[in-house]
């Protein structure tokens, strides 16, 4: 994946990748971390969401139910 992503010169090196379930509908999301230490640049990458109700229904379950952070308010 590096090598048709980023640019040779750059060295980035993906640290990681994961694949979960994203919703209750059991579509898959998945996440890259790629570090550089050449630009000393770490970017997280998400991904995996196909049509704009996956997006809605993944924001809902998101924001619902609140939970009690800290005691700073849902």
Not at 40 to 54: A, D, M, Y
């Amino acid at each position: 994946m590096s090598e048709r992503t980023f640019p040779h010169h750059d060295a980035f090196v993906v640290l990681t990748t994961a694949k979960e379930d994203c919703d209750e509908l059991g579509n898959k999301c998945e996440s890259y971390i790629a570090v550089s230490i050449v630009k000393k640049e770490l970017i997280f990458v998400f991904r995996g969401s196909k049509t704009k109700g996956q997006i809605l229904l993944q924001g809902y379950q998101y924001l619902n139910p609140f939970e009690n952070f800290f005691n700073m308010g849902d």
